[in-house]
Structures are given as structure tokens and as C-alpha cells.
């Protein structure tokens, strides 16, 4: 079984041909048949973190809102609350990013919903029986869309390798929590006493009752009674409460991949992946900075398989020339894999395999040239 992905190459010889309305068409064939008049339709997307500046543009994501509505869908632009403390970290935040990034109105006629709700909290629990996890726990406006749309910014990444769409919708689509579970073997808040100031904000949020004030008004653990969940992390707000980041590399790249298949598994035939193979840099848009692309940019790609399409990617971003002025070490000859070059602990072909395994999607796939 061989899976079609089309490639959108970036030359443009008039209007029609412009790669904007290429794209527009792109994803009206990736819509033709799987959508339906009314649904609901989650764009997912990373609005980009605040200093960095290689996320999509805006203007793409505008055509491809025109091309789901003029193909009777209601789109939204989405993206779930980050783990870390940063400027997405809280939909406020979050919010208020994606629109001095340009992603508000008028610039995309789409409402803005951050998916996991005001702080990250919003999110259902989705079977799926696999290696890790009996569940994973992803954004409640992802989940409830009729029609999910992940659109893709490829680049590299510090532990996955590539940052296509898997880890667009698998760690990208995980509510706070799912993303902890995803980093942590166990989790178990260990409060520091220093920066605690006693505001029982954890203490309320905690499900299990697993958290307490001491007689120096400090928070405390009942380890007996912690199931990991780390809704603290989410609701302290003085850092006293951090991130535990213990899973090896492969785990968590198995982990993302099991959240990925969470996202889609209930979707059906009613999801679609356009992966953007420009400005392909070493980091992912989570960066608050962009580092120069590893390679020309290569064009755009589209399918219905999330395996495929991220294979296709790396596939062709390694066979480009590197760039000499880029982080690249001694990958510049095509064939040579650049993501390995810059990140050699993150071997990325671990998400496609076992995407491949656990019935995500096939590592065959068939280029297909998409008309000018």
C-alpha cells in the first residue's frame, strides 16, 4: 500500500499559478469528499512563540480559510496551551500572541480558540489501548471539531528531530497535562519552599487531594495520594511547581505519536495535513528566536496520511544541499540527514516507525506533482 502525498512546488509563472492560490486549491482537494456542509473545522497551526518569526505566515492560512469555507466548512484557528512558561502558556497569553503575530481579523476571517480552554485544563480523554498510555488527553475544541485540519511549519526539533505533523497535533494538540505525562516517566510535585507563597492554588486544583499547607504555610505532597496528573504545574503561578522532563527521547517520541493517533482516531476520514517546507530551521517555532534554514526552501505538501507525510518531508529535506551558513556541522550533501546533524541525540525516524506500527499511517508514499 503506497499513500498519495501531493507536492506544491513554489514557482510561479502568473496569478493563477501563484502559490497562494495553488495552496487554496491544495486544500480543496484535500476537502473534496471527507467534508461536510456545516462542520465545524479545527486548523491546527502553531501560532509561533514571541521573538521568532519563522512560523507561517498569516497570509497562507488566510487562503486556506477561504478554501474550507467556500467548501461549506466553519473554520477556527487552533493551537493548545504550551507546558512551559512563556508567552502561550495561558489562553489570555496565548491569544494575544497569535494576534500580534497577524493570525486576528481581518488578516484571517476565522475566530481564534485556544483548544484546552483558559489555562490548559480543558481537554477529553480519548482511548486508545497502546504502549504507554490507556488514554491521552487531548484539547476539548480539537476533539469536538467535526473536521481536523493540521496544518504544518516543518523544522527541526531538540528531542522529536522533525517538528512535522505529528508533533504539530501530538504534542501541539495534548492539553498541559498530556504534554507533562508525554515528558514524565512519573510525575510527583516536589514544591520549592523559597518561591511558595502559600495562595492554595494547587491545593484547590488538585483532583486527588493530594496537596497541603504546612504550619509555614508552604505547599506539601501526600505522595500516597499523587496519581501524576500535574494539574499544579498548571495552576502555580510563582514557578514553585515545575515541569519534571524525565522521559528518554525515544519514549517521548513514542508518546507524541500516541497522542497523534488519539487526535485523529475518532476523525476518521475527516482530517487532512498540508506540511509547509519553507524556512526550514534547526528549532522549532517554540523558540523565542528563529535560526537561519538548513536548507532552500522546498515546497508544500499535502495527504491524508500523517506517517506519509512527514516521512515525505524529511525524505526530501534531506536530500537538499545544506546551506553553508546555517548550524549545519557536515551535512550539506544531499542525502545526508540534516535534523540528525544539528540534534544527534533525536533520532526522527523513530515517530514515523512507530506511527507505522501502531496503525497511524504507512511510510510509503507516492509524490504526486500538483497541477500549476
Not at 159 to 173: D, F, P
Not at 290 to 299: E, F, M, N, R, Y
Given at each position: 500500500m503506497v499513500s498519495p502525498i501531493y507536492f506544491v512546488n513554489l514557482r510561479a509563472y502568473d496569478e493563477r499559478s501563484s502559490v497562494l492560490e495553488k495552496v487554496k486549491r491544495l486544500t480543496k482537494t484535500l476537502l473534496r469528499e471527507r467534508l461536510e456542509e456545516g462542520d465545524l473545522v479545527a486548523v491546527k497551526l502553531h501560532f509561533g512563540e514571541r521573538g521568532n518569526h519563522g512560523f507561517l505566515k498569516p497570509v497562507f492560512l488566510r487562503y486556506i480559510v477561504e478554501a474550507v469555507k467556500e467548501s461549506g466548512g466553519k473554520p477556527f484557528l487552533t493551537d493548545a496551551n504550551t507546558l512551559y512558561l512563556g508567552f502561550r502558556h495561558n489562553a489570555v497569553d496565548h491569544l494575544e500572541t497569535a494576534i500580534f503575530h497577524g493570525f486576528g481579523y481581518p488578516s484571517v476571517p476565522a475566530p481564534l480558540i485556544i483548544a484546552d480552554g483558559l489555562r490548559g485544563s480543558d481537554y477529553q480523554e480519548v482511548e486508545v489501548n497502546l504502549k504507554h498510555f490507556k488514554s491521552v488527553k487531548i484539547a476539548s475544541a480539537i476533539q469536538e471539531a467535526d473536521f481536523l485540519l493540521v496544518?504544518?511549519?516543518?523544522?527541526?526539533?531538540?528531542?522529536?528531530?522533525?517538528?512535522?505533523?505529528?508533533?504539530?497535533?501530538?504534542?501541539?494538540?495534548?492539553?498541559?497535562?498530556?504534554?507533562?505525562?508525554?515528558?514524565?516517566e512519573t510525575f510527583f510535585p516536589d514544591p520549592r519552599e523559597e518561591l511558595c507563597i502559600g495562595c492554595r492554588r494547587c491545593i484547590i486544583h488538585c483532583p486527588q487531594g493530594a496537596l497541603y499547607l504546612d504550619d509555614q504555610r508552604k505547599a506539601r505532597l501526600k505522595k500516597e495520594l499523587c496519581i501524576g496528573c500535574a494539574e499544579c504545574v498548571i495552576y502555580c503561578n510563582q514557578g514553585a511547581i515545575t515541569t519534571a522532563w524525565s522521559s528518554s527521547i525515544s519514549t517521548l517520541q513514542e508518546r507524541i505519536v500516541e497522542h497523534a493517533y488519539g487526535a485523529v482516531k475518532s476523525?476518521?476520514?475527516?482530517?487532512?495535513?498540508?506540511?509547509?517546507?519553507?524556512?526550514?530551521?534547526?528549532?522549532?517555532?517554540?523558540?523565542?528566536?528563529?535560526?537561519?534554514?538548513?536548507?532552500?526552501?522546498?515546497?508544500i505538501l499535502g495527504g491524508h496520511d500523517i506517517v506519509a507525510i512527514d516521512k515525505a518531508s524529511a525524505d526530501l529535506i534531506k536530500k537538499s544541499v545544506g546551506l553553508q551558513n546555517s548550524r549545519l556541522q557536515k551535512a550539506f550533501s544531499p542525502g545526508e540527514d540534516k535534523f540528525l546533524d544539528v540534534h544527534p541525540r533525536a533520532q526522527w525516524e523513530i515517530q514515523v516507525d512507530y506511527g507505522q506500527s501502531i496503525g497511524l499511517g504507512n511510510k510509503n508514499y507516492e509524490l504526486i506533482n500538483f497541477p500549476k
Open positions: 496544518v504544518t511549519h516543518v523544522k527541526g526539533h531538540v528531542e522529536a528531530g522533525l517538528g512535522g505533523a505529528m508533533k504539530n497535533i501530538g504534542m501541539g494538540g495534548a492539553s498541559r497535562v498530556g504534554k507533562q505525562l508525554q515528558h514524565g476523525k476518521g476520514e475527516k482530517v487532512a495535513f498540508i506540511n509547509f517546507l519553507t524556512e526550514i530551521s534547526p528549532d522549532c517555532d517554540c523558540a523565542p528566536w528563529h535560526d537561519a534554514s538548513l536548507v532552500p526552501d522546498i515546497g
